[in-house]
């Protein structure tokens, strides 16, 4: 954005003239700055190192270096100053550990002041104090207890102190190495709620916006979040909002000081006179947030305030929550909350003036009992005016620690593997370990130190953190510790909770920071932004090990048969499998460091397609994961699915924060309803309007176009549906399940849609034999395997027409998890493939395909079929009538609830041909195969209706295929648009009964 076109400021109200809040308790920003420059004066190049190169270790706002992806400037907070201290500390002297009594009057501050732990320490029964180990001792020693217990008698807790997304991922595959779900983050003391509430609502446990989204939005809302002194960078951003005239309000039981002025250090006139933050101040009881927000919702109701089309078009419920609220007398309301209803119609104003809003809330929100209810309650409150998927707008959990949010993402919790599987559905994860994942959930972090009183845990393993200082109770966590056989404590620094008195033994690993790791590390943003921070050359403390290390040794040193399993040689290769198991479409990766731009860009700057992380990279490089900030469609996706499925475990039972809570609770609005981007179609058993009966089974009429006949297909060596009927059997999986109505509970079995890893090879006949190239590997619902794999070719531009096959067959042998799972397209010899197309590194997901094309030309290439203008014709209204008859035909929805489909129609509305996956890219492939497989392309004379939106590659395979009317449930890409225009396509998007928009070449459009 040039400086020209940036919008008009203004300044913000200031705080007074006390320049640096000389007098004030907070901040002492400039003292702090001088004083760990004094702190750190030992090591000053490696400091300035960490500050120069590192992606900071305190919140989660991601900052590289001293610059983010949000906004110019330098940003450099007091908390990062703090850590750094730790980072650069030197070697704790081990002498002073060989008397653990003379250290506990000693607390946290005063036992990090003494260094860093240098070597592995062990301390036994009835010893005073600890003992210098060698790491091949303590290692044994784990190893052992852990060999010699059963595993559900074991847990593995990581806290999110600078860990790494490599350490989150490892600890989590290493419990499961060794046999057990008990493996949580600190994010579950804090998060939980908000991951189970937006989950159950959203269908997305996380950010649906950027930090960008604040500066310019009319109105931003923090609930019980005091983000100056847990994020103080943000409020750097709440300054620039300001200037853009942006109203804040607070709701919270106490007027926090910060919000009310701050005195910003890298901006020089709130430096000086400081800043007006808040604009006004709701103060709510403690745990009076849903009674407030549910008043407030009774006054935009009465006011007429609500989006009633977004309402209608985007969500299901609202009915429900109007008469929960019919129900709730002002008097009630008044009392839960402890304001008056004026001040909640005062909030109900200034929000229905607003034609976007940020709301924003931290831990005042969630620990406490009634935190999912609080987090449903801000979410009907966003929804009841549209504010999601819109730019300037969007829902927050605010994250107060640098890695909590790809802890989750990596699958470091109890009930959720990599990728966001329930651990009961572990077959894609399986086939990638080589190894069984237990099906049943572990425990919370909680539900260890319960387990633990009770005397159920034999081997309790903590990567940092301190439950005596985190969790309520602290005698009883003490007595629960002091009750464990072996505790296992991998930290930087001494903590109070290794003090307490072994059981039998305890053993302190020492462990490097982030910045020392070998190979580096990766940290996922508030705004699930990956951010790469490299290897910081400097000093070393004693025989520290990265973190990811010494959890691998001793995951292979207790089963010793396996080690290959569990074994990675360095972060890059750990990267690499991170890659495959939590696959995440849309990734950029902006490249040489922060984009430079007029505050407040959005994230820009030349990004370069790419898909997961490669082994290394440029400090700071960022990695855009779907959702936030650049795909402001994709922060409104449903999950398409019931809402029980892949929720947290609920409200974590954490005591303090805010709590309290009361009998207002419930009836969240459950939104974004599609179509909308990335939806999946819901079951008739969850939405109330899908009240008619189950669709008719099997794929439709019988094709009547002689052109587009479906029969035998040409190809030697297998037959029609050849790569179906071999895997239908995994099309669906039924399973166990209890359905409730009302308090009745009763045992019922549900059909799911089944999912597995595909993956396509390509066998290439040469002079001395034949080369097997494995090319792509796809997340699929078995069936039709190879018809995805012909069309996926096809629409890729690697093969020209059916006879370049000589034959498609499913590899034989293999493990039971590849058996019907890795197809291989045989080339037939003579034919000349294009050996750039085969260089490109295919990852295709469910739900993206092949991501990443930032430029035309490669479809230019591929398309070998023109589009004729004019021809053929359609109508509106059948137009509209199209995505129902979809619909009644998709025999495995029908059965799951849970598949996209892709169906080809005549212009008439005939349908031709059907098919359902749970990727909507690979319906399209499976489709486009069948009828290159039948000799049938190009489609001139077809109609595709897809399930999902119309993204840039369901586009590019139907130009590939040459069909000319494209017609989706949900919205097209930017670049999606472009390319049918260009194509001469007619593309069409939000198609319902009765109304749809029409993005490109309109001439094909008939009145009627």
């Known amino acids: 954005m040039a400086e020209a076109d940036s919008p008009r400021t203004r300044s913000p109200p200031p705080a007074g003239w006390r320049p640096f809040g000389l007098g004030e308790t907070k901040p002492h920003h400039f003292l702090e700055i001088f004083r760990t420059m004094w702190e750190n004066k030992r090591a000053p190049v490696f400091a300035w190192r960490i500050l120069r190169d590192g992606v900071c270790d305190g919140c989660a706002l991601g900052t590289t270096g001293m610059r983010d992806f949000t906004m110019d400037g330098v ?26 009594s003379s250290l506990r009057g000693m607390g946290s501050r005063a036992l990090r002041d003494l260094g860093r732990l240098p070597y592995p320490m062990v301390r036994r029964r009835g010893e005073p104090g600890f003992t210098r180990v060698s790491w091949d001792e303590a290692i044994d020693l784990v190893a052992g207890r852990i060999r010699g217990t059963s595993p559900e008698r074991c847990c593995f807790y990581i806290t999110s102190r600078g860990v790494t997304n490599e350490t989150y991922y490892v600890a989590q595959k290493a419990a499961r190495f060794l046999g057990t779900n008990h493996v949580d983050n600190s994010s579950r003391v804090c998060h939980a709620p908000s991951t189970t509430g937006m989950k159950q609502t959203l269908g997305v446990a996380a950010s649906t916006c950027s930090y960008a989204d604040w500066i310019g939005t009319d109105l931003l809302v923090f609930f019980g979040s005091d983000v100056p002194n847990n994020q103080p960078v943000a409020t750097k951003y709440m300054y620039y909002a300001k200037e853009r005239g942006t109203r804040i309000l607070v709701v919270n039981p106490f007027r926090e000081l910060g919000l009310e002025r701050y005195w910003v250090p890298s901006v020089p006139r709130s430096a000086l006179v400081g800043t007006r933050l808040a604009d006004d101040f709701f103060l709510v009881h403690t745990g009076g947030d849903i009674a407030f927000i549910n008043g407030v919702l009774k006054h935009l109701i009465d006011m007429d305030a609500v989006d009633r089309e977004f309402i209608r078009s985007h969500t299901d419920g609202f009915l429900d929550l109007e008469r929960a609220l019919d129900a709730q007398d002002w008097e009630t309301l008044e009392r839960y909350s402890g304001l008056g209803r004026d001040r909640m119609r005062r909030f109900a104003e200034v929000y229905a003036g607003a034609r976007s809003a940020v709301f924003v809330w931290s831990m005042g929100i969630t620990q406490h009992r009634f935190g999912v209810d609080n987090v449903k309650a801000i979410v009907n409150l966003g929804l009841a005016r549209g504010m999601v998927g819109r730019e300037r707008c969007g829902l927050m959990p605010i994250r107060g620690h640098s890695g909590v949010q790809g802890g989750a993402e990596v699958g470091c919790v109890p009930n959720q593997l990599p990728g966001g599987d329930p651990v009961s559905s572990a ?44 969790l309520p109770e602290p005698d009883f966590v003490r007595e629960a510790l002091a009750r464990v056989p072996l505790r296992v404590h991998q930290d930087l620094v001494l903590t109070t909770q290794m003090l307490v008195d072994p059981a039998d033994t305890v053993v302190l690993l020492p462990a490097q920071t982030r910045y020392e790791q070998r190979g580096g590390g990766t940290e996922t943003s508030t705004e699930r932004r990956i951010y790469f921070s490299p290897e910081i050359p400097g000093p070393r403390v004693g025989e520290a090990m990265a973190e990811w290390e010494i959890l691998m040794r001793v995951a292979e040193r207790t089963r010793p048969e ?19 198991a939590v696959p995440v479409p849309g990734r950029e990766v902006p490249h040489g460091g922060p984009p430079r731009a007029v505050h407040p860009p959005r994230p820009s700057g030349g990004p370069a397609p790419g898909r997961g992380l490669p082994p290394e990279h440029a400090a700071g490089e960022a990695v855009q994961l779907d959702g936030p900030a650049g795909h402001r469609s994709d922060a409104r996706r449903p999950a398409g699915r019931r809402p029980d499925e892949r929720g947290g475990r609920g409200d974590p039972g954490v005591a303090g924060g805010r709590p309290g809570g009361g009998p207002l609770g419930g009836r969240p609005v459950r939104g974004p309803r599609g179509p909308h981007p990335h939806q999946t179609p819901q079951r008739p058993d969850v939405l109330a309007r899908s009240e008619r009966g189950p669709p008719p089974r099997g794929h439709g009429p019988a094709v009547r176009d002689a052109r587009l006949q479906r029969g035998r297909h040409t190809v030697r060596g297998w037959a029609s549906h050849g790569g179906g009927e071999m895997n239908l059997r995994h099309a669906t999986a039924d399973v166990d399940v209890t359905r409730v109505s009302g308090r009745a509970r009763e045992p019922a079995r549900d059909t799911l849609a089944g999912e597995e890893p595909m993956e396509i090879r390509l ?8 080369f097997t190239r494995s090319l792509s590997v796809t997340m699929r619902t078995p069936g039709d395997d190879f018809e995805l794999a012909a069309g996926f070719l096809f629409t890729e531009g690697i093969l020209a027409g059916p006879s370049d096959i000589e034959g498609i067959a499913y590899a034989p042998g293999g493990t039971r998890e590849e058996e019907g799972n890795v197809v291989t397209v045989s080339i037939r010899r003579g034919v000349q493939l294009d050996p750039k197309r085969l260089l490109r590194n295919f990852y295709v997901t469910s739900s993206c395909g092949v991501c990443g094309k930032a430029s035309l030309d490669a479809v230019r290439v591929i398309a070998p079929n023109e589009l004729r ?9 059948l137009v509209g009538a199209l995505p129902e008859r979809l619909r009644a035909d998709q025999s495995l929805f029908a059965r799951t609830g849970g598949l996209h489909a892709a169906g080809l129609f005549t212009p008439g509305g005939e349908l031709l041909a059907l098919q359902e996956d749970v990727g909507r890219h690979n319906a399209v492939d499976k489709l486009v195969g069948e009828q290159f497989l039948a000799g049938n392309v190009p489609l001139s004379q077809a109609v595709l209706q897809v399930s999902g939106r119309a993204g840039f590659e369901i586009v590019q395979k139907a130009v590939v295929a040459g069909i000319p009317i494209l017609s989706a449930i949900g919205a ?7 390319l049918a225009r260009e194509s001469g396509m007619t593309l069409l998007g939000f198609v319902r009964e009765g109304r749809f928009t029409v993005y490109a070449d309109s001439g094909r459009l008939e009145s009627g």
């Not at 396996?562 to 495959?580: L, N, Q, T, V």
């Not at 203008?869 to 209204?877: H, L, N, S, Y």
């Not at 097209?972 to 472009?978: C, I, Q």
């Open 869 to 877: 203008p004019g021809a053929p014709t359609i109508t509106a209204g």
């Open 972 to 978: 097209p890409s930017s670049l999606a648009v472009d």
């Open 75 to 100: 940003h450099l907070c007091t908390v990062r100053l703090n850590l750094l201290k730790l980072n650069t500390a030197k070697s704790l002297d081990p002498r002073r550990l060989a008397d653990a």
């Open 562 to 580: 396996s080690r290959d399993r569990i074994h990675f040689e360095d972060a890059g290769s750990i990267r690499a499998e991170i890659a495959k």
């Open 427 to 470: 077959g894609r994860i399986e086939a990638l370990w080589g190894f069984p994942v237990p099906a049943t959930p572990g425990h919370t972090s909680v539900e260890m130190i319960d387990a633990a009183a009770r005397g159920e845990i034999d081997v309790f393993y903590a990567v940092g953190g301190n439950f005596l200082e985190t």
């Open 763 to 770: 066998a290439i006949p040469q002079e001395d034999g034949v």
